[in-house]
């Protein structure tokens, strides 16, 4: 009789370590699935885990993280809150809901999750960082660099951490301190294109143009992909009046995304400080055919053919903007100054009459000389 009994047992016992180790492995399968891409395998192997063991939380907490992954914010929330009710100590679980709320802007939900995280791991770096990011995000800057210093202290070696810091000692007013951390991000992590970007940005606000310059030379070397890099380093290009070197910038942009506007945008803006109205024309009309509605296209475009003594073309471009923006100073002023060079006079000091009462204060010396 024990025999039997003993055989009943083991049976059942090797039974639930089959379907313990079968839940174990749609787990393993689903995070291999996700970390390929495949979200929507893994969360079929993650509900095929929570039909073999409903009350495992990992289950739940791993499911969770993916539909984050997805942007299923709410469905994230629902699997954190069951991951929760079977184990209070989920400490990750917090902090996954944590941002979860946050992105749904339930901030106050999101800051007593996180809370709770650290009192169950109070060496969790992660979790520090985020609530420094929440605090940063509703403007506590003092408690944002107490979270930010913890979780350096608990990570020294996490590059992200001081560029994440600076930001804050940015909007402290610290740029000096905020250098210091750009300086730490980048001795920390020397190949990551972001930091030597925002150094840059940083180094443009205290004057030092050249520099960021060097900066943004780091960023495209480890990011050469990344057009905003050039369109940044082409714009500055422009402020020390490297117009050559500007053109080439968006230029790479266009290489790089033919179907990207700011591209031609800011490579005619280049050709015009050139001089060179005929390339720069074409650079408007192109962004114009991509975007119909691109108000500036249309007022820089006006400015070309006024130079070059195409003033009609040149209206019919003002009118274009006018009638998009009624408001728009700058084109009322060229259009203006076209009807002037046709010897329109009663119109064009009508137009400058107009760009002056929107605030373009240049109406006012042309209107001066014009209208007499």
Not at 162 to 187: F, H, P, S, T
Not at 295 to 305: E, F, K, P, R, T
Not at 334 to 343: D, P, T, Y
Request: proline share 2%.
């Amino acid at each position: 009789m024990l025999i039997k009994y003993g055989l009943i047992y083991g049976i059942i016992f090797t039974s639930f370590l089959m379907y313990a180790q079968k839940a174990d492995e749609y787990i393993e399968i689903a995070r291999k699935r996700r970390n390929i891409g495949d979200f929507n395998g893994c969360i079929a192997n993650l509900n095929k885990a929570a039909e073999i063991e409903p009350n495992n939380p990992l289950v739940y907490g791993v499911r969770a993280n993916t539909k984050m992954m997805l942007q299923d914010y709410k469905g994230a929330i629902e699997d954190y809150n069951k991951a929760l009710e079977l184990d209070k100590s989920y400490a990750k679980a917090y902090g996954g809901r944590a941002f979860a709320k946050y992105a749904t802007r339930d901030f106050d939900g999101a800051a007593k999750d996180y809370n709770k995280a650290l009192e169950l791991a109070p060496n969790d770096a992660a979790a520090y960082s985020w609530r420094g990011f929440l605090a940063y995000a509703n403007k506590k800057y003092t408690l944002a660099l107490q979270d930010y210093n913890k979780a350096i202290e608990l990570e020294p070696m996490d590059s992200k951490l001081y560029a994440d810091r600076a930001m804050v000692k940015l909007a402290m007013g610290d740029k000096n301190g905020a250098m210091q951390d750009y300086n730490e991000a980048i001795k920390t992590d020397p190949f990551y294109a972001k930091n030597y970007r925002d150094r840059a940005c940083l180094k443009i606000e205290n004057n030092d143009l050249k520099s960021a310059i060097q900066d943004y030379n780091m960023a495209i070397e480890y990011a050469p992909k990344q057009t905003r890099y050039y369109i940044e380093r082409g714009n500055l290009y422009l402020k020390l009046k490297d117009i050559k070197n500007a053109i080439h910038d968006f230029g790479k942009v266009i290489e790089i995304a033919p179907t990207d506007i700011a591209g031609y945008y800011n490579r005619g803006l280049a050709l015009m400080a050139e001089q060179s109205y005929n390339g720069a024309a074409v650079d408007f009309e192109k962004c114009i055919s991509m975007n119909p509605k691109y108000i500036d296209a249309y007022v820089n475009m006006g400015v070309c053919l006024s130079a070059m003594d195409k003033h009609k073309e040149a209206i019919q471009h003002y009118d274009k903007a006018i009638e998009l923006d009624n408001k728009n100073a700058k084109a009322y002023f060229g259009r203006g100054v076209a009807k002037a060079s046709l010897k329109n006079t009663s119109e064009a000091c009508a137009d400058l009459k107009k760009s002056q009462e929107l605030g373009y204060n240049e109406a006012l010396n042309t209107m001066n000389s014009v209208c007499k």
